[in-house]
């Protein structure tokens, strides 16, 4: 989704991830079935632990 974003000066822009849904989530940690064939610890064995999506984005001026 886009949306559109005024001519803005700033002097900061700040984006910062502490967690994923899959890094931070713990519904997400560890194995999620009793298959031994597959891993499914989402931290460890997904790709999905690399990506975020980002909601809030701030823009600072002095």
Do not use: M, N, W
Request: aromatic share 6%; with cysteine.
């Amino acid at each position: 989704r886009s949306f559109p974003v005024p001519t803005t000066l700033a002097t900061h822009l700040r984006l910062e991830v502490l967690a994923s849904q899959c890094t931070g989530g713990p519904a997400y940690a560890g194995e999620q079935d009793d298959d031994p064939a597959t891993t499914t610890d989402c931290a460890t064995a997904s790709p999905a632990r690399d990506q975020v999506r980002i909601a809030e984005f701030q823009v600072f001026s002095k």
